[in-house]
T-cell receptor
Framework: GDSVTQMEGPVTLSEEAFLTINCTYT??????LFWYVQYPGEGLQLLLK?????DKGSNKGFEATYRKETTSFHLEKGSVQVSDSAVYFC?????????????FGKGTHLIIQP | EAGVAQSPRYKIIEKRQSVAFWCNPI?????LYWYQQILGQGPKLLIQ????????DSQLPKDRFSAERLKGVDSTLKIQPAKLEDSAVYLC?????????????FGDGTRLSIL
């Protein structure tokens, strides 16, 4: 079955540091890939997505590129802020047969220190 | 637009009791999902509806969990009887249609504690 593996946390960085959160996946079909974020006390919200190979999703300074050859979708940001502290989930949707429920990784807790 | 509404926000019950959660998706969204998120893990899909029909319930523990979406709008998820391992946050999500490239919109969830 489908699966998503992302780096374990917590990840602690200083403000303005460069961020990478690794995500790799296995899928039977040709999935769409997503990063969702959960800020403290809030619900899950979409951060960015990519639907085909070599697509780059971007939002709020975050970027991730759909790499089919390495089955990866790593999240990057050039300069993190304290407000980026949250839990980040990598997820895929493999819509074979109309069933497109998301398969999530375990989440990476990011802590940004001033 | 109004987001996905869930109630209650919190529920505490004893094991072997029953519990029900309610979800109202974003207006016009044909597809509705229920996920279970155990502490420290990512959400796991329990069931997907397209309008009032079930598309995927392969991960729903059918001996104790049931869900319905009778009029193709709001939905109810029930657990009967509850076990200790059912302690989790139950998330409802919706999307315009069951096409994998469309993002899902999540509610705030119901946090269930089993004593």
């Amino acid at each position: 079955g489908d699966s998503v593996t992302q780096m374990e946390g917590p990840v602690t960085l200083s403000e303005e540091a460069f961020l990478t959160i690794n995500c790799t996946y296995t899928a039977t079909g040709y999935p769409s890939l997503f990063w969702y974020v959960q800020y403290p006390g809030e619900g899950l919200q979409l951060l960015l997505k990519a639907t085909k190979a070599d697509d780059k999703g971007s939002n709020k300074g975050f970027e991730a590129t759909y790499r089919k050859e390495t089955t990866s979708f790593h999240l990057e940001k050039g300069s993190v802020q304290v407000s980026d502290s949250a839990v980040y989930f990598c997820a895929l949707s493999d819509s074979g047969g109309g069933a497109d429920g998301l398969t999530f990784g375990k989440g990476t807790h990011l802590i940004i220190q001033p | 637009e109004a987001g996905v509404a869930q109630s209650p926000r919190y529920k505490i019950i004893e094991k072997r009791q029953s519990v029900a959660f309610w979800c109202n998706p974003i207006s016009g969204h044909a597809t509705l999902y229920w996920y279970q998120q155990i502490l420290g893990q990512g959400p796991k899909l329990l069931i997907q509806f397209q309008n009032n029909g079930v598309v995927d319930d392969s991960q729903l523990p059918k001996d104790r969990f049931s869900a319905e979406r009778l009029k193709g709008v709001d939905s109810t998820l029930k657990i009967q009887p509850a076990k200790l391992e059912d302690s989790a946050v139950y998330l409802c999500a919706s999307s315009p249609s069951g096409q994998g490239h469309q993002p899902q919109h999540f509610g705030d969830g119901t946090r269930l504690s089993i004593l």
